[in-house]
């Protein structure tokens, strides 16, 4: 990494992943991954296991030498040499402290022999000492690049009592350690031993051909992807091929059955015509017989009207002749209508409700070597075609929205200590006042602000007892207003009313089922029980609002680092920071899916922190090491994001949480620019 690349990453390099802090004491485990020395005796003291330490990223189990207490633990001499940088680098804002008085002072300079800074006044003293006087010293404001590499390159100085100001130039073959002139004298009597340049470049030597060996195994990996790759595509061939298959075979039974369809519409209009042609016949014979049975009873009325009685009864005979001759003939059938139907096809239709469907895919598996799969012979299955099945998709919930851009509206807090400053702000919560409550990690107490970022109350110090917190983390305000936290160093929950007041707690150190290990996230579920992302146990258990244990899940092992975990809906939403990843469960906590992978590109994550939904049924997720907010459908599918790595507004370091004001505004804590940040949509 070239040093402008260096410089510009260096607050990432230098951040304690525990604490998300600047490191102090850097200390390196034997998987590589660095913690303060504060933040390991903390996880040890939680597990209770003297001698024993868990790294927190991989989980994986270290025996600790001589007293057995993380202080045993190697230095991470490079972080120390980045811390150097970093004072270097931001001297501009943050003096440097000497190492003599512990003045600071934009003034100071650097001793690259000494590997520390000294202020205007001690670095006299410095130089008048005989041993110092080929010391190189440099004023902060005049580094270069050239220095700063100067600085990385330093040596390594011994950690023993007393040796401290002595550099490592030796390599003990028996105690596989470096060590100092004295240390060779002392400790070591009698061990073989070697320059530590001679045993860096012979162990060099060793691990480039363990190195050269892995790349050659990388390579034949790389040809078995590549060959799995051109598998994958011949096969995604055939199955386009079959699946043109089965769609022409559909084409020819629908065309089959549309020429039948056609037969049964040309016979039914053979027979309507034939029965509309009848009909009409009948009709035409009616409206003639109509006719004259109208004539007659005209002819009849005109004859009454106009003649005497005399003429009348004289015609009698008449009368009787025309009318009787009418209503002796005989009416027609008018109801004389063929049966006219349809039965269907009884033998086709359980042709095709057979559980054959309309056709068998065959599904060989042909014979694999044994590093490619652990399926050995051949396997034949057949998929049935036809059938209506589920439709299932990565998760079960989704949702229509419309991809919205945020501004940042509001801005508040500063790094302190006094009421209204805020250092490492971690958890958020809005209650129905939209009184945003804020616990603060490095300040151990949770800060209540108004919607406008005016402090109003400020509760909890540093300690183990009822109304203290050892590092706060989440936040959530109960159906009654009380405030709910996470007491991660204390393995604890804690429940507060508004103002502050202590009320209760649950929970304790250990890994039985009403215990907790570094508690981080919670939240409240649909019936008010209090949801724990029990991190150290690497589960999520669930409390009553009183505090009693009621049932716990993990998704059968598949939880490797929850911080989070909200109920929406029929799900539990967990944000998986081990994985880098989105997990939803059942309300029995059965796993269902993910989404998401590590990564900077649009859905990835670098270690997901808390969730929260917003008010349009977006899923919010702080990507806290990308240093943004992302936004998703409930099915999981990307929507939009927000932020970027920066101070400046709108900008995050390290965002952890998010809430909801009533008017739909997004909270953000911007954990290491140790402030609130208010968005709305443009």
């Given at each position: 990494?070239?040093?402008?690349?260096l410089?510009?990453?260096?607050?990432?390099?230098?951040?304690?992943s525990?604490?998300?802090?600047?490191f102090?004491?850097?200390?390196q485990?034997?998987c590589?991954?660095s913690?303060c020395l504060?933040c390991?005796?903390g996880?040890?003291?939680?597990?209770?296991?003297?001698?024993?330490?868990?790294?927190?990223?991989?989980?994986?189990?270290?025996?600790?030498?001589?007293?057995?207490?993380?202080?045993?633990i190697?230095t991470?001499?490079?972080?120390n040499?980045?811390?150097?940088?970093?004072?270097?680098?931001e001297?501009?804002?943050?003096?440097a402290?000497?190492?003599?008085?512990?003045?600071?002072?934009?003034?100071?300079l650097?001793c690259?022999?000494?590997?520390?800074?000294w202020?205007e006044?001690?670095?006299v003293?410095?130089?008048?000492i005989?041993e110092?006087?080929d010391?190189?010293t440099?004023?902060l404001k005049d580094?270069?690049d050239q220095?700063i590499?100067?600085?990385?390159?330093r040596?390594?100085f011994c950690?023993?009592k007393?040796h401290?100001?002595?550099?490592?130039?030796?390599?003990?073959?028996?105690c596989k350690?470096?060590?100092?002139?004295?240390?060779?004298?002392?400790?070591?009597e009698?061990h073989?031993?070697?320059?530590?340049q001679e045993a860096t470049d012979?162990?060099?030597?060793q691990?480039?051909?363990?190195?050269?060996?892995?790349?050659d195994?990388?390579?034949e990996?790389q040809k078995?992807?590549?060959?799995l790759?051109q598998?994958s595509?011949?096969?995604?061939?055939?199955?386009?091929e079959?699946?043109?298959?089965v769609?022409?075979c559909?084409?020819?039974i629908?065309?089959?059955?549309?020429?039948r369809?056609q037969?049964?519409f040309d016979?039914v209009?053979n027979q309507?015509?034939?029965l509309l042609?009848?009909l009409?016949?009948k009709?035409e014979e009616?409206e003639?017989?109509l006719?004259?049975?109208?004539?007659?009873?005209e002819?009849?009325?005109?004859l009454?009207?106009r003649?005497?009685?005399?003429?009348i009864?004289?015609?009698?005979e008449?009368?009787?002749?025309?009318l009787?001759?009418?209503?002796t003939k005989?009416?027609r059938d008018t109801e004389c209508i063929p049966?006219f139907?349809f039965?269907k096809?009884e033998?086709?239709i359980?042709?095709l409700?057979?559980s054959?469907?309309?056709?068998?895919?065959e599904?060989?598996?042909?014979?694999?070597k044994?590093?490619?799969?652990g399926?050995?012979?051949?396997e034949?299955?057949?998929?049935i075609?036809?059938?209506?099945g589920a439709?299932v998709?990565?998760?079960?919930?989704?949702?229509?929205?419309?991809t919205?851009?945020?501004r940042?509206?509001?801005?508040?807090?500063?790094k302190?200590k006094?009421?209204?400053?805020?250092y490492?702000p971690?958890?958020v919560?809005?209650n129905?006042?939209?009184?945003?409550?804020?616990?603060?990690?490095?300040?151990?107490?949770?800060?209540?602000?108004?919607s406008?970022?005016t402090?109003?109350?400020?509760f909890?110090?540093?300690?183990k007892?009822n109304?203290?917190?050892?590092c706060p983390?989440?936040?959530?305000?109960?159906?009654?207003?009380n405030?709910?936290?996470a007491?991660?160093?204390?393995s604890?929950v804690?429940?507060?009313?508004r103002?502050?007041?202590?009320?209760?707690?649950?929970?304790?150190?250990g890994s039985?089922?009403n215990q907790?290990?570094?508690?981080?996230g919670l939240s409240?579920?649909g019936?008010?029980?209090?949801?724990?992302?029990?991190k150290?146990n690497k589960?999520?258990?669930?409390?009553?609002?009183?505090?009693?244990?009621?049932?716990k899940?993990?998704?059968?092992?598949?939880l490797?680092?929850?911080?989070?975990?909200?109920?929406?809906?029929?799900?539990?939403i967990?944000?998986d920071?081990?994985?880098h990843s989105?997990?939803?469960f059942?309300?029995?906590g059965?796993f269902i899916?993910?989404f998401?992978?590590?990564?900077?590109?649009?859905?990835?994550?670098n270690?997901?922190r808390?969730?929260?939904?917003?008010r349009?049924?977006?899923?919010?997720?702080?990507?806290?090491?990308?240093?943004?907010v992302q936004l998703?459908e409930?099915?999981?599918?990307f929507v939009?994001?927000?932020?970027?790595?920066?101070?400046?507004?709108?900008?995050?370091?390290?965002?952890?949480?998010?809430?909801n004001l009533?008017?739909?505004?997004i909270?953000?804590?911007?954990t290491?620019?140790?402030?609130?940040q208010?968005f709305?949509?443009?």
């Amino acid at each position: 990494m070239d040093i402008k690349t260096l410089l510009d990453n260096l607050h990432d390099e230098v951040s304690c992943s525990v604490c998300m802090c600047t490191f102090t004491d850097p200390k390196q485990l034997p998987c590589l991954h660095s913690f303060c020395l504060h933040c390991l005796n903390g996880i040890q003291r939680t597990s209770g296991v003297h001698g024993k330490i868990t790294c927190p990223e991989c989980r994986r189990q270290f025996q600790i030498s001589g007293s057995g207490t993380p202080s045993e633990i190697p230095t991470n001499f490079r972080i120390n040499s980045l811390l150097d940088v970093l004072a270097i680098k931001e001297c501009s804002t943050v003096n440097a402290k000497c190492r003599n008085c512990d003045k600071r002072s934009a003034q100071t300079l650097y001793c690259f022999q000494c590997c520390s800074f000294w202020c205007e006044e001690c670095i006299v003293g410095h130089n008048m000492i005989r041993e110092n006087k080929d010391h190189k010293t440099l004023a902060l404001k005049d580094f270069q690049d050239q220095d700063i590499k100067a600085v990385l390159e330093r040596p390594a100085f011994c950690q023993k009592k007393h040796h401290e100001k002595e550099e490592l130039k030796f390599f003990c073959k028996g105690c596989k350690v470096a060590i100092c002139n004295t240390c060779a004298v002392t400790l070591h009597e009698g061990h073989g031993k070697m320059p530590l340049q001679e045993a860096t470049d012979e162990r060099k030597t060793q691990i480039s051909s363990m190195i050269k060996s892995l790349k050659d195994k990388v390579l034949e990996r790389q040809k078995e992807v590549e060959q799995l790759n051109q598998k994958s595509i011949a096969f995604q061939s055939k199955v386009a091929e079959v699946k043109s298959q089965v769609q022409s075979c559909v084409d020819q039974i629908i065309a089959i059955i549309e020429a039948r369809k056609q037969d049964v519409f040309d016979a039914v209009d053979n027979q309507a015509t034939k029965l509309l042609e009848s009909l009409s016949q009948k009709k035409e014979e009616v409206e003639k017989q109509l006719k004259i049975i109208e004539s007659a009873i005209e002819q009849t009325e005109t004859l009454l009207k106009r003649s005497s009685s005399t003429e009348i009864l004289g015609f009698s005979e008449t009368f009787d002749t025309i009318l009787q001759e009418q209503s002796t003939k005989e009416n027609r059938d008018t109801e004389c209508i063929p049966r006219f139907s349809f039965t269907k096809s009884e033998k086709l239709i359980n042709l095709l409700s057979m559980s054959e469907g309309i056709g068998n895919v065959e599904f060989v598996l042909s014979e694999t070597k044994a590093q490619q799969s652990g399926a050995k012979g051949k396997e034949s299955s057949k998929v049935i075609a036809g059938n209506k099945g589920a439709n299932v998709r990565d998760s079960p919930l989704e949702t229509q929205v419309q991809t919205r851009c945020f501004r940042s509206v509001l801005s508040f807090g500063q790094k302190g200590k006094s009421f209204g400053m805020l250092y490492s702000p971690w958890g958020v919560a809005v209650n129905d006042q939209d009184e945003i409550a804020v616990t603060e990690y490095r300040n151990h107490r949770v800060s209540v602000f108004s919607s406008d970022g005016t402090h109003l109350r400020s509760f909890g110090r540093e300690g183990k007892k009822n109304g203290e917190f050892q590092c706060p983390t989440g936040i959530t305000f109960d159906s009654h207003g009380n405030i709910v936290v996470a007491d991660y160093w204390n393995s604890r929950v804690k429940v507060f009313n508004r103002n502050g007041n202590f009320l209760s707690k649950f929970g304790e150190g250990g890994s039985r089922d009403n215990q907790l290990t570094l508690p981080e996230g919670l939240s409240i579920n649909g019936n008010g029980d209090i949801v724990v992302a029990d991190k150290g146990n690497k589960l999520i258990k669930i409390f009553s609002s009183s505090g009693e244990y009621l049932r716990k899940f993990d998704g059968a092992g598949s939880l490797v680092n929850p911080y989070h975990c909200i109920q929406h809906g029929q799900y539990f939403i967990v944000s998986d920071g081990g994985d880098h990843s989105i997990k939803m469960f059942d309300l029995e906590g059965k796993f269902i899916s993910k989404f998401g992978k590590r990564g900077n590109k649009d859905g990835e994550f670098n270690h997901p922190r808390y969730l929260s939904v917003n008010r349009e049924g977006l899923l919010m997720v702080c990507d806290e090491s990308n240093h943004r907010v992302q936004l998703f459908e409930l099915s999981g599918k990307f929507v939009t994001k927000f932020g970027s790595k920066g101070s400046g507004r709108g900008e995050f370091m390290n965002p952890v949480s998010t809430a909801n004001l009533c008017d739909g505004r997004i909270v953000v804590c911007d954990t290491n620019n140790n402030r609130i940040q208010v968005f709305d949509k443009i």
